[in-house]
Nanobody
């Protein structure tokens, strides 16, 4: 059963923008910190940004000032607005929900390809 559904990837030129969306079931969304990870070819998956249930955000230094994460609690959806995209942002982007608990439970989206190229 699919818990997280992503959309919004694609091909964009350097300097362009994309917005990713990730819709989650309500029971997961309400009780989770939501994040976006990415994995480029030949590289490990890395955390890009995270937003907790109270709206506090954190970003990897390489995207600060360019990417913005936001959550809409009424729609159970988290967004990643990506501006000033660079070729090095090319990767498969994965939505993550880390549900509170001891231990916490991770849910993953299916991944969406973002390609930044001329």
């Amino acid at each position: 059963q699919v818990q997280l559904v992503e959309s919004g990837g694609g091909l964009v030129q350097p300097g362009g923008s994309l917005r990713l969306s990730c819709a989650a079931s309500g029971s997961i969304f309400r009780n989770s910190a939501m994040g976006w990870y990415r994995q480029a070819p030949g590289k490990q998956r890395e955390l890009v940004t995270i937003i907790d249930s109270g709206g506090t955000t954190n970003y990897v230094s390489s995207v600060k000032g360019r990417f913005t994460i936001a959550r809409d609690n009424a729609k159970n959806t988290v967004y990643l607005q990506m501006n000033s995209l660079k070729p090095e942002d090319t990767a498969v982007y994965y939505c993550n929900a880390r549900m509170f608990g001891i231990p916490p439970t991770d849910y993953w989206g299916q991944g969406t390809q973002v390609t930044v190229s001329l």
